[in-house]
């Protein structure tokens, strides 16, 4: 089961020993890298500060302009604010892996120089834990997870997925029961997938509270999430197939679909989604993976593909190395070639 993860081990040692050599610049961090570790490797110590730092960015105040977003309530909120925004922008196309780098990486940094938390952003390794994620350590409701389950919804109908695609729905449905983020307000949203097609109304910015809710579907955890669904991914060779293995929007969600599903539906939502608590987890593993892929081939490092609008669109030019990208109050813009390589450009992290 592990054996492909082992090869990209090795690889990645080959071409760690390669920076000494010439091919690879040095690394610029200064010896001064965060280590970032799978949810379940971290100590129960490590555990409790990411969850007393997630907790103190729902407690301080935003930075967005709550003239213009009267919703914002907190740092958190500045992130999601800010997600919804650009969702248009930033999924399903060719900006999606940088700029989702970079907007992880900023969280990591207000969770340490804000929220006093000094460890890596911890990862969920989907493959661990998908076929029973209420009996995972990010999800089984203890005071050591990022929450569980929510209240059984008997009135869920199958998902409905691009191309008639029909995913069952499992137990959960109604706002989580367990956990430190079982009094969780949620600022904004729920939003229908069908904006992304539309465009947001412009009344995006209202305070409209609600819980967090979940459904922990082992069945979608497990047909997208499983090791062969990330082979899958990491045997790609060029990124225009690595990124439309990764993500989907129809049946084929890849594991990046499949993981905002299978926790569903704050996770899932597309605009909101990183209201849970999960989402920096899910999406530090889809850059663990990119930069294990990234390091196979110096060439792959700088491969683009795509524009920077949702499928592609042709709104927006193809992206460059020299494409600028924002984050509005969250950081300052950065040129695409910034973004690309771990262990540079003050990504000072690296994968456990
Ligand atoms: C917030 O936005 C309002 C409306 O656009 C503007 O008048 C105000 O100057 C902004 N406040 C700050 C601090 O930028
Ligand atoms: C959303 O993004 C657009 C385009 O980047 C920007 O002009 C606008 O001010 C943003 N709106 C809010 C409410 O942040
Ligand atoms: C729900 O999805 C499952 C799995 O795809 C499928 O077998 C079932 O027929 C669907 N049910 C409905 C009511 O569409
Ligand atoms: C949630 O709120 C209830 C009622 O105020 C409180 O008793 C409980 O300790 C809170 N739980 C957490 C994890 O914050
Ligand atoms: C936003 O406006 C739409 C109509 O355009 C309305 O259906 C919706 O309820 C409004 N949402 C909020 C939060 O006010
Ligand atoms: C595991 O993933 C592969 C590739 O996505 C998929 O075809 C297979 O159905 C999955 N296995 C299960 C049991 O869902
Ligand atoms: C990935 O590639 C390896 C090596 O070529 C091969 O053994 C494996 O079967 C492939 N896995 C998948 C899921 O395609
Ligand atoms: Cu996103």
């Given at each position: 089961?592990?054996?492909?993860?082992?090869?990209?081990?090795?690889?990645?040692?080959?071409?760690?020993?390669?920076?000494t050599?010439?091919?690879?610049?040095?690394?610029?961090?200064?010896?001064?890298?965060?280590?970032?570790?799978?949810?379940?490797?971290?100590?129960?110590?490590?555990?409790?500060?990411?969850?007393?730092?997630?907790?103190?960015?729902?407690?301080?105040?935003?930075e967005?302009?709550?003239?213009?977003?009267?919703?914002?309530?907190?740092?958190?909120?500045?992130?999601?604010?800010?997600?919804?925004?650009?969702?248009?922008?930033?999924?399903?196309?060719?900006?999606?892996?940088?700029?989702?780098?970079?907007?992880?990486?900023?969280?990591e940094?207000?969770?340490e120089?804000?929220?006093?938390?000094?460890y890596?952003?911890?990862?969920?390794?989907?493959a661990?834990?998908?076929?029973?994620?209420?009996?995972?350590?990010?999800?089984?409701?203890?005071?050591?997870?990022?929450?569980?389950d929510?209240?059984?919804?008997?009135?869920?109908?199958?998902?409905?997925?691009?191309?008639?695609?029909?995913?069952?729905?499992?137990?959960?449905?109604?706002?989580?029961?367990?956990?430190?983020?079982?009094?969780q307000?949620?600022?904004?949203?729920?939003?229908?997938?069908?904006?992304?097609?539309?465009?947001?109304?412009?009344?995006?910015?209202?305070?409209?509270?609600?819980?967090?809710?979940?459904?922990?579907?082992?069945?979608?955890?497990?047909?997208?999430?499983?090791?062969?669904?990330?082979?899958?991914v990491?045997?790609?060779?060029?990124?225009?197939?690595?990124?439309?293995?990764?993500?989907?929007?129809?049946?084929?969600?890849?594991?990046?679909?499949?993981?905002?599903?299978?926790?569903?539906?704050s996770?899932?939502?597309?605009?909101?989604?990183?209201?849970?608590?999960?989402?920096?987890?899910?999406?530090?593993?889809?850059?663990?993976?990119?930069?294990?892929?990234?390091?196979?081939?110096?060439?792959?490092?700088?491969?683009?593909?795509?524009?920077?609008?949702?499928?592609?669109?042709?709104?927006?030019?193809?992206?460059?190395?020299?494409?600028?990208?924002?984050?509005?109050?969250?950081?300052?813009?950065?040129?695409?070639?910034?973004?690309?390589?771990?262990?540079?450009?003050?990504?000072?992290?690296?994968?456990?």
């Amino acid at each position: 089961m592990f054996s492909t993860s082992l090869a990209y081990w090795l690889l990645l040692a080959i071409s760690s020993a390669s920076i000494t050599d010439g091919r690879h610049h040095h690394s610029s961090c200064h010896g001064k890298v965060k280590v970032r570790k799978e949810w379940g490797s971290l100590t129960k110590t490590e555990k409790l500060s990411y969850i007393s730092a997630v907790k103190c960015m729902q407690t301080l105040p935003p930075e967005t302009n709550t003239t213009v977003v009267p919703g914002a309530r907190s740092r958190h909120d500045d992130f999601i604010a800010l997600h919804i925004n650009m969702t248009r922008s930033v999924h399903l196309d060719g900006i999606f892996l940088s700029w989702h780098r970079n907007y992880v990486h900023l969280w990591e940094t207000a969770l340490e120089e804000e929220c006093g938390y000094p460890y890596g952003q911890p990862y969920w390794n989907w493959a661990l834990w998908c076929d029973d994620l209420a009996h995972s350590p990010l999800f089984d409701g203890s005071e050591t997870s990022l929450s569980g389950d929510g209240a059984h919804n008997p009135d869920q109908g199958n998902y409905t997925v691009g191309n008639g695609g029909s995913l069952p729905h499992a137990n959960g449905g109604g706002c989580v029961t367990s956990g430190p983020f079982v009094n969780q307000t949620i600022s904004f949203g729920p939003f229908d997938f069908a904006l992304a097609f539309t465009g947001l109304p412009s009344n995006w910015t209202t305070y409209t509270p609600h819980c967090l809710v979940r459904d922990l579907n082992n069945y979608v955890a497990t047909r997208y999430g499983n090791q062969t669904a990330i082979d899958v991914v990491m045997n790609t060779t060029n990124v225009e197939d690595f990124q439309n293995t990764m993500s989907g929007a129809d049946i084929n969600l890849g594991p990046h679909g499949g993981g905002h599903f299978s926790i569903g539906y704050s996770l899932l939502d597309f605009f909101a989604s990183p209201a849970d608590p999960a989402f920096f987890l899910h999406h530090g593993m889809i850059d663990r993976l990119w930069m294990m892929w990234q390091v196979v081939d110096e060439k792959r490092v700088w491969e683009l593909s795509g524009t920077s609008t949702i499928f592609n669109g042709n709104d927006t030019p193809e992206v460059t190395l020299e494409t600028m990208q924002t984050w509005g109050v969250l950081g300052k813009d950065r040129k695409t070639k910034e973004l690309l390589r771990v262990g540079h450009e003050g990504f000072c992290y690296e994968y456990m």
